[in-house]
């Protein structure tokens, strides 16, 4: 072991929690500008297929609403005028043939845009989940699991939307503007009537989409933390029942409602205004298209027929609605791929192509820095633990432990300095690499894999059954997962698992994955002394070469331990073996409820004392 140089921490200097996210809640930075674009174009290129056939079939749904009403018209002229014969026939089949096609590319048109909704929905997820795997901790640090689990489940599904909702919108834009091509070319006139308002409802459709934008965005927000909210509950609802305080969280979790029923019926408003705006102005325009087409009609300009066209194409020009309520998926589609931007903005961890020289797992810490928010959690560590040793970690509460134990299998990155493995940097290191080398074992693990033997044998590579019942002997597991219904092949979700059998679990998956480092973020913490006692004798006396850091809470622990780092105030305050430091009131301390005072620390020569414990 190698000593770090004496430090003490600056008076009023806090350390925060001893997790990776223990940050404190950060406001959401903005997405930068196009980011939503770019991500709703990347989902509408995943399903460029889907969407060219979808966009093909409102192309030609449009293309035959619109050869519709002049085919219409042409039946009735000769109707009117020749009912018996032949081309009447004609024309009546071709109306029929029209509105069967339309039918028939209305359920294409179904299909091809819920396909499309949910293969761009599954991508977004893939993609948002995948992302924030990559950024490791720091993503529920940023954003929190309830706010991650909206935006992947409730933003994801909206914006898988746009696809889909773009191709229909073009469709709603060529129906309008096909139509009065079709006006002019029954009657100029016609079509300059329509022309007449159409700046009024281009400017009806912009103050919505600016209006609903905003809107839409606010609803979401609150969404979301509405979701975070409920998340923390379902988490601590054990807490909350012993407790008794269901009724206050229920209050709690249900605090943004009013804000989000506010949010919900201003985005109403706004859409109903807009509706209500384009009800007001479309048939001023249809009925003054009828009036113009009336009098050309009186001066035997136009047909009966040609009438009828026209008014269906006056119809289908003033369709605002159709407009209004595509502008209205493709906002919400924006403004929810706003917010996976946000996420997908965080940066990933990147990692090297190095591999591992031989060696048994030195650990160096080279002048190591961690903030979380504003607090400096670790503040210059300089830390070597030789290749086959065992280096205990003791602090109080909110010391760093477990932020250092993070960085040390780089589960974190520092903001500042350096941590090696046997030489070389984690940053450098393949991804593969690494996690072979380094082993963890959490406070509470996460049983992930289906059943026992898949939960123990989880990793970069699967361990083989042998060496799946052997790490579970162990640990000593292997007596309580034989009493299981179906042994090591219980499902996880079916065994009824104590918070020690579950640890237990945990340490047996570390030691089934015998790298080069094993860290244990305070891993014993649930075992009972026996069981504890049997596990450090096999950890300690394991018969691999590899190093090992362990967060400790238990004198035991630490005395077993071939040298100690004393953290306090973010710094190490001393570093050498258990017996050496136990002759330091402060850190005796540590173990118990007494708080020493200065003067113990003078009378019993602490100084002294932290100097000389810097030896291994």
Excluded at 134 to 141: D, I, K, L
Excluded at 201 to 208: A, G, H, Q, W
Excluded at 316 to 333: D, E, K, M, N, P
Excluded at 477 to 503: I, N, W
Aim: glycine letters at 12%.
């Amino acid at each position: 072991m190698t000593t770090p140089a004496d430090t003490k921490t600056p008076a009023g200097t806090k350390t925060s929690a001893d997790t990776t996210a223990s940050a404190p809640d950060e406001p959401a930075r903005p997405a930068p500008s196009g980011a939503s674009g770019a991500l709703l174009r990347a989902a509408t290129r995943h399903s460029g297929v889907r969407c060219l056939a979808l966009g093909l079939a409102t192309t030609a749904a449009t293309a035959a609403g619109l050869l519709l009403p002049a085919a219409l018209g042409r039946a009735l002229d000769l109707l009117l005028t020749d009912p018996g014969g032949t081309r009447a026939t004609r024309w009546v089949l071709w109306c029929t043939g029209l509105v069967l096609l339309l039918a028939v590319l209305d359920v294409c048109e179904t299909v091809l845009g819920g396909t499309t909704n949910a293969r761009a929905t599954a991508w977004l997820r893939e993609r948002l989940t995948g992302h924030v795997l990559a950024v490791g901790p720091r993503a529920v640090s940023r954003f929190g699991s309830g706010e991650l689990v909206a935006r992947l489940v409730g933003n994801a599904a909206q914006a898988g939307t746009a696809p889909a909702a773009f191709a229909a919108l073009l469709a709603a834009i060529a129906a309008p503007a096909g139509a009065v091509v079709a006006l002019g070319l029954i009657d100029p006139w016609l079509a300059a009537m329509l022309l007449g308002g159409a700046p009024l409802l281009t400017l009806l459709l912009r103050t919505f989409a600016r209006d609903s934008s905003q809107c839409v965005a606010r609803y979401q927000e609150v969404q979301g933390r509405l979701a975070g909210a409920l998340s923390e509950a379902i988490g601590g609802f054990r807490t909350i029942a012993a407790g008794g305080t269901a009724d206050k969280e229920v209050a709690r979790i249900l605090r943004p409602l009013p804000e989000l029923s506010r949010e919900g019926h201003r985005m109403w408003q706004v859409q109903g205004r807009a509706a209500a705006q384009a009800v007001a102005v479309a048939p001023l325009l249809q009925l003054g298209v009828l009036a113009v087409a009336g009098v050309l009609l009186v001066h035997h300009r136009l047909s009966v027929g040609d009438l009828l066209a026209a008014s269906r194409y006056a119809v289908l020009a003033s369709g605002v609605g159709v407009l209004v309520g595509q502008l209205s998926g493709l906002v919400r589609a924006r403004a929810a791929a706003g917010r996976l931007g946000e996420v997908l903005d965080e940066p990933a961890i990147a990692y090297g192509t190095r591999r591992l020289p031989p060696g048994q797992g030195k650990l160096e810490l080279r002048g190591v820095i961690a903030r979380r928010g504003a607090r400096t959690v670790l503040n210059g560590v300089d830390l070597v633990v030789p290749g086959g040793t065992t280096l205990a970690v003791v602090g109080r509460s909110g010391s760093g432990k477990s932020v250092l134990a993070a960085l040390a299998g780089r589960l974190a990155d520092p903001d500042g300095g350096d941590v090696l493995l046997d030489g070389v940097p984690l940053r450098e290191l393949d991804p593969e690499e690494l996690r072979r080398a380094v082993g963890y074992a959490f406070e509470r693990p996460a049983l992930l894999g289906g059943s026992i033997e898949g939960t123990i044998g989880f990793g970069v590579t699967s361990a083989p059954a042998p060496r799946v019942r052997e790490a579970a002997r162990t640990a000593c597991a292997d007596t309580f997962v034989r009493r299981l219904p179906e042994g090591y092949a219980t499902a996880c979700a079916d065994a009824p698992l104590s918070g020690g059998e579950r640890q237990r679990l945990g340490l047996a998956r570390a030691f089934a994955h015998d790298g080069r480092l094993l860290i244990l973020d305070d891993a014993l913490s649930s075992l009972d002394t026996v069981t504890e006692h049997h596990i450090t004798q096999a950890l300690f006396h394991h018969s691999a070469p590899g190093s090992r850091l362990i967060v400790a809470h238990r004198v035991s622990t630490a005395a077993r331990a071939d040298a100690v780092a004393w953290l306090d105030g973010g710094r190490v305050r001393a570093l050498g073996s258990h017996a050496q430091l136990w002759r330091i009131p402060a850190y005796r301390a540590v173990f118990g409820d007494a708080e020493p005072t200065l003067d113990d620390d003078t009378e019993h020569g602490a100084g002294d004392s932290e100097r000389t414990g810097g030896t291994s």
